[in-house]
């Protein structure tokens, strides 16, 4: 097995080659555990660009009917995971996430009476199944004298969530809100630490392999001895391979390869860019995006030519259109264009929207 090699079966492992389906956005989300998803619009492409066929607007109103749901988690950044996770991921990770953010807490003036006092207010304001915009929030913790100025805000709000007293609400017009998870999500039995252990190892790797232990540590916050620990407790769940001396694990589901050529266009923290640290080159087996010089980051959607980078990109609606421009690092052949045109197609359908292409080289 060589780097492209891995790069090519990640994207079965990914839900971006030939195979089994998921039916619903929250499958999406509980295949791969956690979906990064600070950029929103473009986190629901993600979803959606694993689900032949869904749109915008049915990703959206799944969001709003908490089928999954949005709050920090896993690393100091947003991330989609379904209802069924969320507890059990939060008493597994936000110990190091809090850690993380310990120096944050201070400089925002957020010491342990603070927060308890935040998060008082909080379950008051959220109280009867209320779902609040950021900015409502900010008046009540502001109105009883804590800090909101700048950053302090958001670290109040990722404290409260992962401490599991807030979660993401309904979108509201263009804003999103905040609720409790209690009345977002049952009550449910907390999980054994060990069982919640190997099913976050395992269903990393499953989702996202091959990958290495320190692409783990990367995604999941997690240590390299609770990583080793957890691959033990997995049992026979998932395989090891060695490639150029290292260590990648994976499951034991085996994907079609895509035909080739085939493009996709990945927003920037789609799961198959971002979710690696060790391996995370095996996209770009050339080195070509390596060696753009700096200042060449946007556009910054990857365009991947059969799992690997080939380009970058950018969408912009323009009345019925969706204008994809894409910067190349080569010219393509005429079934390569069609291939990217059949991409920018997909993505302009999940807006209910007619595509152009324009192509440049850099």
Same mark, same amino acid.
Not at 158 to 187: M, N, Q
């Given at each position: 097995?060589?780097?492209? *090699?891995?790069?090519?079966? =990640?994207?079965? !492992?990914?839900?971006?080659?030939?195979?089994?389906?998921?039916?619903?956005?929250?499958?999406?989300?509980?295949?791969?555990?956690?979906?990064?998803?600070?950029?929103?619009?473009?986190?629901?492409?993600?979803?959606?660009?694993?689900?032949?066929?869904?749109?915008?607007?049915?990703?959206? =109103?799944?969001?709003?009917?908490?089928?999954?749901? =949005?709050?920090?988690?896993?690393?100091?950044?947003?991330?989609?995971?379904?209802?069924?996770?969320?507890?059990?991921?939060?008493?597994?990770?936000?110990?190091?996430?809090?850690?993380?953010?310990?120096?944050?807490?201070?400089?925002?003036? #957020?010491?342990?009476?603070?927060?308890?006092?935040?998060?008082?207010?909080?379950?008051?304001? @959220?109280?009867?199944?209320?779902?609040?915009?950021?900015?409502? /929030?900010?008046?009540?913790?502001?109105?009883?004298?804590?800090?909101?100025?700048?950053?302090?805000?958001?670290?109040?709000?990722?404290?409260?969530?992962?401490?599991?007293?807030?979660? !993401?609400?309904?979108?509201?017009?263009?804003?999103?809100?905040?609720?409790?998870?209690?009345?977002?999500?049952?009550?449910?039995?907390?999980?054994?630490?060990?069982?919640?252990?190997?099913?976050?190892? !395992?269903?990393?790797?499953?989702?996202?392999?091959?990958?290495?232990?320190?692409? /783990?540590?990367?995604?999941?916050?997690?240590?390299?001895?609770?990583?080793?620990?957890?691959?033990?407790?997995?049992?026979?769940? @998932?395989?090891?391979?060695?490639?150029?001396?290292?260590?990648?694990? *994976?499951?034991?589901?085996?994907?079609?390869?895509?035909? !080739?050529?085939?493009?996709?266009?990945?927003?920037?923290?789609?799961?198959?860019?971002?979710?690696?640290?060790?391996?995370?080159?095996?996209?770009?087996?050339?080195?070509?995006?390596?060696?753009?010089?700096?200042?060449?980051? /946007?556009?910054?959607?990857?365009? #991947?030519?059969?799992?690997?980078?080939?380009?970058?990109?950018?969408?912009?609606?323009?009345?019925?259109? #969706?204008?994809?421009?894409?910067?190349?690092?080569?010219?393509?052949?005429?079934?390569?264009?069609?291939?990217?045109?059949?991409?920018?197609?997909?993505?302009?359908?999940?807006?209910?929207?007619?595509?152009?292409?324009?192509?440049?080289?850099?």
């Amino acid at each position: 097995m060589g780097l492209k *090699s891995i790069a090519d079966r =990640r994207l079965g !492992s990914a839900l971006l080659a030939d195979g089994p389906q998921p039916a619903a956005p929250a499958d999406v989300v509980r295949w791969f555990g956690a979906v990064q998803a600070q950029d929103f619009g473009p986190a629901k492409w993600s979803l959606g660009q694993r689900l032949p066929g869904t749109t915008d607007a049915e990703v959206q =109103r799944a969001f709003d009917a908490g089928l999954f749901l =949005r709050t920090h988690v896993l690393r100091p950044t947003w991330h989609f995971v379904t209802p069924d996770d969320i507890r059990w991921l939060l008493r597994l990770t936000r110990p190091r996430v809090h850690a993380a953010n310990a120096y944050a807490y201070r400089r925002a003036g #957020l010491d342990d009476y603070a927060l308890a006092k935040a998060h008082d207010l909080l379950a008051e304001a @959220l109280d009867g199944g209320a779902h609040r915009t950021r900015k409502e /929030l900010a008046g009540v913790l502001g109105g009883a004298g804590l800090p909101t100025a700048g950053f302090a805000l958001g670290y109040v709000l990722i404290h409260a969530e992962l401490d599991g007293l807030i979660c !993401s609400g309904a979108v509201r017009g263009k804003h999103h809100t905040y609720t409790l998870l209690e009345g977002r999500v049952p009550p449910a039995p907390a999980r054994d630490p060990d069982e919640a252990l190997a099913e976050l190892v !395992s269903r990393y790797f499953t989702s996202h392999g091959p990958a290495t232990a320190k692409d /783990l540590r990367w995604w999941s916050s997690l240590t390299l001895r609770d990583i080793a620990r957890g691959v033990e407790l997995t049992g026979d769940r @998932l395989r090891r391979e060695l490639v150029d001396g290292v260590s990648y694990w *994976s499951g034991w589901q085996e994907t079609a390869a895509a035909p !080739s050529p085939t493009v996709h266009l990945v927003q920037a923290y789609d799961e198959y860019v971002v979710a690696f640290a060790e391996s995370k080159y095996v996209i770009d087996v050339s080195g070509a995006a390596r060696a753009l010089p700096p200042g060449t980051a /946007l556009p910054n959607g990857r365009v #991947l030519l059969d799992g690997q980078v080939t380009g970058r990109w950018k969408g912009t609606p323009a009345r019925d259109t #969706l204008v994809v421009k894409a910067v190349l690092h080569r010219a393509l052949s005429p079934a390569e264009a069609d291939a990217l045109d059949a991409a920018a197609a997909h993505q302009a359908a999940f807006l209910n929207l007619r595509h152009r292409v324009v192509t440049s080289l850099g």
